[in-house]
Structure formats: C-alpha cells, structure tokens
C-alpha cells in the first residue's frame, strides 16, 4: 500500500468516526429534549400522584368528616308539564329544568346524566370527587331537594388519582399524562444506556428497581 493509499484510507476512517460521533451527538441532544419536555409537562401530576398514592395507601388512618349541605327551592309552574312529559316517556332531565337548577341552585346537570324515574318523583344521583350529591324533584309541586356530601380535599385528590367520577376530559388527562411519563421513563432509559460506561452502578441499581417490587410482591403478597 502506498503512503498516499494510507493517508486517504486514514481520513476516510476519521470521516466515517466523525459522522458516527456526530449521529450519536444528534440522537443524544432528541433524547434529552424529549426527556426535559415530558418531565416538564408531567412534573407536577406526578408530584400529585406521588403524593395520592401515599394517602391511598393509607386511607385508613387519615380521618374525615363528612360535610353534609342541604339546599331546597321550588321550581316554576311551567316546567312541571315538562317534567311530567318527561316522566310518562321516561326520558332525559329537560334541557330547561337543568337550565333552572342551574342558575337557581348552582346545581349542574350534566346532558347525559339519567334520571330514575318514579310515580311523581325525579331523582338524579350527581357523584362526584371527594364526596357525592343527589337531586330529587317532585313532579307534581315542584318541590326540589338538593344534598352534597364533601369528604375534603384529600378525599377530592384521591379521587382524582383513580379517576372516580372526574368525567371524560379528566380520563383523557390520566391517558394523556401516562403517556409522558412513559416517553419521560424510554428517555430517561436511553440516557442512563448512553452514559453506563462510565457510571458501573448503573445497571445494578435498574436491575434493584425490578427484583425488589417483584420479590415483596412473590413473598408477601398472597
């Protein structure tokens, strides 16, 4: 091989490690973009659900008293033939009624909530985070009866944790943040890969993240 042969194999290597150093250099820098977003973005809902988990798991010992709110009012005249058209088809709350209720005892029905339906009586189970309400209305005076139960803001909190009558947009919120925080934990992973070669304890440590949960839940979980 002539030394010029040498010289142009030599900067063709150094060309290719360049480009590889640059490759990884690029691919390093989306991983950490993608890796500081999703923890931005998911940083506090996982405080939330960090610390809900801990009330959760201790729901026993954290004391509540409920607080129980009864409200009452007597709706129009001219929606009772409404409620009782409503009750002999046995169909939805009429947007009119939940109209009043709303603006009358700032009581929000929602569209797709169904109401029981007995002889004379509307009765609507309103659940709700942290506690429970339900609404009856008689269809022959009007007469409405309104009660909320309020278990307090721990109770509220967990309630949001599991998702217990949050409504869709706060569902699409669980699935929306779960899935940062799996892009947070692939990005997370990627980056502790990249770096192993020089931290040794690296994979030791991932390796206790998976025996220890797997093995308290063989042996003490029955």
Not at 27 to 52: D, E, K, N, P, Y
Not at 108 to 117: F, K, L
Not at 206 to 219: K, M
Request: with cysteine; hydrophobic share 50%.
């Amino acid at each position: 091989m002539t030394a010029s042969a040498a010289i142009t194999d030599e900067a063709a290597a150094r060309a290719a490690a360049k480009r590889r150093a640059q490759k990884r250099a690029a691919f390093l820098r989306q991983v950490l973009r993608w890796h500081w977003i999703s923890a931005a973005i998911c940083l506090i809902g996982m405080m939330l659900f960090a610390v809900t988990g801990i009330t959760l798991n201790h729901a026993g010992a954290i004391g509540a008293t409920p607080k129980v709110t009864e409200r009452t009012a007597e709706a129009p005249a001219d929606l009772l033939p409404l409620l009782q058209a409503a009750e002999a088809e046995g169909g939805p709350t009429p947007e009119a009624v939940r109209a009043w209720l709303r603006k009358e005892l700032k009581v929000a029905v929602p569209a797709d909530a169904a109401p029981e339906w007995s002889p004379g009586e509307l009765y609507l189970a309103l659940p709700r985070p942290g506690g429970d309400a339900w609404l009856s209305l008689d269809t022959a005076t009007g007469e409405v009866i309104y009660e909320r139960t309020d278990r307090g803001a721990i109770a509220y909190l967990n309630d949001l944790h599991k998702g217990r009558n949050t409504g869709a947009a706060w569902m699409w919120f669980i699935d929306i943040f779960a899935v940062g925080c799996v892009v947070f934990c692939i990005t997370g992973l990627l980056l502790l890969q990249l770096h192993a070669h020089a931290r040794k304890s690296t994979w030791p440590l991932v390796g206790l993240g998976l025996i220890i949960p797997l093995l308290l839940a063989l042996l003490f979980i029955h």
